[in-house]
């Protein structure tokens, strides 16, 4: 029997997912496209003679200004372009046999320059004025209440930007089905809101190519593509364009887009952490629709900066929930001469992760609680095998199966009234997992999904594999399952997660307990007041509750300026903490007595190079001098040290950017003159300073993770947020977060 959750079953879809959709080997019709290879045109596509002129076989062999002009081709700056998109490298007005052209330039993954060339629609548009209703959009998302509320926000923005007669925005589970969550339609349309989409409308080259490309207009279904003249490159392999605003569409898609009724339609990528999870799709019944180059690039920025506040937005209401869930199991668990797993396994843990029963075992003990099936192991070995895992910002993954009778038919007899586990591993073979009972519940689709069209020749072999006729609403009643595994259900699990490893850390050693004790009475109990200043600041053990070496302090001077401090020495437990505090202790002697950054670095240098020969530390030590904003518009000024540490970042109404600091060796190592420098705040502008453990991730490059502190701190000056969307619920590292915020936020 298929299962409806899962949608329908693909097997026989490896047809469409095997078609090379980057290398179509021809383009759309509405412009023109050029591809150059050692600055000479190797390939033109077919319709150059009938928008341009020239037939393609003239072109070939000659160099860009010798087809397009001197000038176009100045405009055009080839020796700056790079990989990626067609809007990488801006967009170029040029002119054209007298008419206006909007052109693009990108390099393609074999090396050779695309140029894209379309005709300006409209002769007289401003090119700025799709801007401006994208950035008045962008406003207006930072009023917004509800994630709801943004998706709907999305979807008339764009639809305002683009004029397209219907815009969607769809959310990808974690199978890719998708879900339409925000809708703005012209009037007369039937609506598709909450109507769910299985993944094989997306084959994976597809979705591979969403997540390089990040927008794509079909400006007419019913177009001819036009071919590559000649149809491949030099070498003889075929042109990837893989980036190409005309790349020709893939008749498969075409065809579905024809039996949804669709005459255009344009989709733009919505991304987390360089993967796709939602996008933007935008359909016209009426016949063809082209907005320009520049609406594109428009309704693109419009829709990258609502996806981040989207997400930034998910990462708010998932640190509620986290926050809930660990203040709940912090009221429940108490009993500290109870084993682990007795302590947790309660009639409390079941209402405050919303399931049926629990199985906790930690070391020789095993509790359970509420429904659970008869061969727990079996369950759980049989689910940790088969599922794909899922981290959801945990840095061990969770497994989950919401239909154990479909996808695990030999534990029928076991399971009882079990439809569903959520496996949980913990350190040293324990573990945590969850069971759900079954729960029957009504899906609609967009159309039926098990209603592809297979052609197969007298053998029986797949031939051909079409889309679905029809999309009109269509409802599936499914049984056996149970409620399925949110991304919420996930992350609660992780914090219960957490609360297990930090009970048997404590409970098994005694030096982390003093490390604790330590680590805390080294934090400032309060923060300094300044007047018309807001002062922020967050530390978070990492995962198990394992200290660190990290530590925030501020405090006011005799001369009533305010000591900044944030710093991180390496390693972990007793030492770490130890080394720490004295460093912590005499920086701020340091600082009371001489009131100088630069002198109490030096000092401090030198007290390590005496003392914690042994230990690598890393900080930032500033002194804010706050005051009435002067003429300059700066509202107080930060003279720091930065000794080895990670840049802080600056916030304003606008977005966020690292400050270029002045570096020094971290400390213990700064045998030279000691280097100030200085910050100058404006009225309402934050200073994040942070350790390196909110943005190390194993696996992850630290640049990537920099830019995604400082996209997130352009949209939300919530440490909490902050801290749940980087370092997520579980971390290998601890992390410290201090801001100073301006007078003047708005």
Known sequence: MQDPEHGPDDSDLDTCAAEPIHVPGAVQPRGVLLVLQDDVVVQASANLAELLGPAPSDVLGLSLPAVLGDDAAAALRLDDVTEGGPLADGLRRVTLDGRTWVASTHRNPQGAVVVELEPLVDQDADPAEPYRTAYTVLAQAATVGSLDDLYDLTARGVREVTGFDRVMVYRFDEDHHGQVVGEALRPGLDPFLGHRYPAADIPPQARALYEKSWLRLIHDVASVPRPLVPPLLPAGEPTDLSFASLRAVSPVHVEYLRNMGVGASMSISLLRGGRLWGMVACHHVDGPHTPSLEVRAAA???????????????????????????????????????????????????????????????????????????????????????????????????????????????????????????????????????????VARELTWGGDPHAKTVDRDEDGAVVRVGPRQSFAAWREAVHGTCEPWSDHDVRAALVARRTIVELLYRRSRPDLGAALVLQHSSLPAELPTVPGWELEARYRPAEGGSVGGDWYDAFELPDGRAALVIGDVAGHGLPAASAMNQLRNGLRTLLLEHRDVATAAAGLDRLARTLLTDDMATVLVGILEAGPADADGVAGVVDYVCAGHLPPVLADTHGARFVEVVRNPPVGAMRQAVRAGRIELAPGESLLLYTDGLVERRGTRLLERLEDLRSTVGLTRDLEVIEHKLAGLESDDDSTMLMITAPGRR
């Open 300 to 438: 693109e920025a419009l829709a990258s900066g609502l996806s981040l506040q989207m997400v930034v937005r998910a990462a708010a209401d998932d640190a509620q929930h986290a926050r809930e869930v660990a203040r709940a199991l912090g009221a429940m668990v108490r009993a500290e001469d109870d084993p682990v797993a007795e302590a947790v396994a309660q009639p409390g843990l079941l209402r405050i992760l919303g399931v049926d029963g629990a199985v906790v075992r930690t070391g020789d003990v095993t509790a359970s609680v509420g429904l659970v099936p008869d061969a727990p192991d079996a369950v759980v070995e049989a689910v940790r095998r088969a599922a794909r895992p899922r981290k959801d910002g945990g840095t061990e993954p969770v497994y989950t199966s919401h239909d154990l009778r479909l996808e695990h038919p030999e534990l029928a007899g076991r399971l009882g009234d079990v439809a569903g586990a959520l496996v949980a591993p913990l350190p040293d073979g324990d573990l945590l997992a969850l069971f759900r009972r079954e």
